[in-house]
């Protein structure tokens, strides 16, 4: 792992060179062992918290636990390309625009004791934009190097807020072209729906059940690359126990070697179908 600016980390993409960095200002991380038509993103993963935010902030540690996607990063750790944030998003949200990354409450609660200043905004809405810059470079490589491109975009979602049975997991994907795309959406949700997991009989998967894809990071790469796929992907969290902040390794893991083989099975799929069509 190396430490690298912004414009070093866009340089070696261009370069095509393989690399594990985290950025100068340790707010996301980007590996890429290896070139390939497919990435693996964890915008919520992040947990940092900096400092000189912690007396001002209403929401305890437990709180921000609860609301950001623990092991999400871990669930896609051995693919050739990961890019992953590091902070957490009641600092700035990287799946939400920038204008409204920042919240002023969070899940109905008050979120600052008082309003953050200019200079405290622009520091987090600098280190937002930075990750975007280099997410541009990234797909835009694989775009000009493949033609198409799939993005595997995980999340993880608090089940017990519902009040009736919700999906293991679901995919949101309101903001993708579903005509062209639908049948690949429809793979992905079946591989997933025969995951072998730790005390579930039975792993349901479904589309749009609970979210819509309706994030920032699918938007993004949606609106500015026409040949990128983005899969919206929302476990319910059933590796933890979300009111006790306890994960679940043995759930983690069989999540995390069960992707390995499905996730490059669907990536393959998905070039060789759609790679005459750039």
Same mark, same amino acid.
């Given at each position: 792992?190396?430490?690298?600016?912004?414009?070093?980390?866009?340089?070696?993409?261009?370069?095509?060179?393989?690399?594990?960095?985290?950025?100068?200002?340790?707010?996301?991380?980007?590996?890429?062992?290896?070139?390939?038509?497919?990435?693996?993103?964890?915008?919520?993963?992040?947990?940092?918290?900096?400092?000189?935010?912690?007396?001002?902030?209403?929401?305890?540690?437990?709180?921000?636990?609860?609301?950001?996607?623990?092991?999400?990063?871990?669930?896609?750790?051995?693919?050739?390309?990961?890019?992953?944030?590091?902070?957490?998003?009641?600092?700035?949200?990287?799946?939400?625009?920038?204008?409204?990354?920042?919240?002023?409450?969070?899940?109905?609660?008050?979120?600052?004791?008082?309003?953050?200043?200019?200079?405290?905004?622009?520091?987090?809405?600098?280190?937002?934009?930075?990750?975007?810059?280099?997410?541009?470079?990234?797909?835009?490589?694989?775009?000009?190097?493949?033609?198409?491109?799939?993005?595997?975009?995980?999340?993880?979602?608090?089940?017990?807020?519902?009040?009736?049975?919700?999906?293991?997991?679901?995919?949101?994907?309101?903001?993708?072209?579903?005509?062209?795309?639908?049948?690949?959406? $429809?793979?992905?949700?079946?591989?997933?729906? %025969? &995951?072998?997991?730790?005390?579930?009989? *039975? +792993?349901?998967?479904? =589309?749009?059940?609970?979210?819509?894809?309706?994030?920032?990071?699918?938007?993004?790469?949606?609106?500015?690359?026409?040949?990128?796929?983005?899969?919206?992907? $929302?476990?319910?969290?059933?590796?933890?126990? %979300? &009111?006790?902040?306890?994960?679940?390794? *043995? +759930?983690?893991?069989? =999540?995390?070697?069960?992707?390995?083989?499905?996730?490059?099975?669907?990536?393959?799929?998905?070039?060789?179908?759609?790679?005459?069509?750039?």
């Amino acid at each position: 792992m190396e430490r690298l600016s912004v414009s070093e980390i866009m340089g070696r993409i261009e370069a095509e060179a393989h690399f594990e960095a985290i950025a100068e200002d340790y707010s996301f991380t980007l590996k890429i062992e290896e070139y390939v038509p497919y990435v693996c993103g964890a915008v919520h993963d992040g947990h940092q918290f900096r400092k000189e935010l912690w007396d001002n902030c209403l929401h305890t540690e437990y709180d921000r636990w609860f609301e950001e996607d623990p092991c999400t990063k871990e669930f896609v750790k051995t693919h050739p390309i990961v890019i992953a944030g590091c902070d957490s998003r009641f600092e700035y949200d990287l799946n939400r625009e920038p204008e409204s990354a920042i919240f002023d409450t969070a899940w109905g609660k008050q979120l600052w004791k008082t309003p953050l200043d200019k200079e405290q905004h622009e520091k987090s809405l600098a280190k937002h934009s930075n990750f975007y810059k280099v997410t541009h470079a990234l797909i835009n490589k694989l775009e000009a190097k493949f033609g198409v491109a799939v993005v595997y975009d995980m999340h993880s979602y608090n089940w017990r807020r519902w009040d009736r049975e919700v999906p293991v997991i679901n995919l949101g994907t309101s903001n993708i072209d579903n005509d062209r795309f639908g049948s690949d959406v $429809e793979r992905w949700r079946q591989s997933l729906s %025969e &995951l072998i997991l730790p005390n579930l009989k *039975e +792993v349901s998967s479904k =589309i749009n059940d609970t979210f819509f894809g309706n994030g920032y990071f699918l938007k993004y790469i949606t609106q500015n690359f026409r040949n990128t796929l983005v899969l919206a992907t $929302e476990f319910k969290k059933i590796y933890c126990d %979300e &009111l006790q902040q306890r994960v679940f390794p *043995e +759930v983690v893991a069989a =999540i995390e070697q069960q992707l390995q083989k499905k996730i490059v099975e669907h990536a393959n799929s998905f070039y060789n179908i759609h790679k005459k069509e750039a």
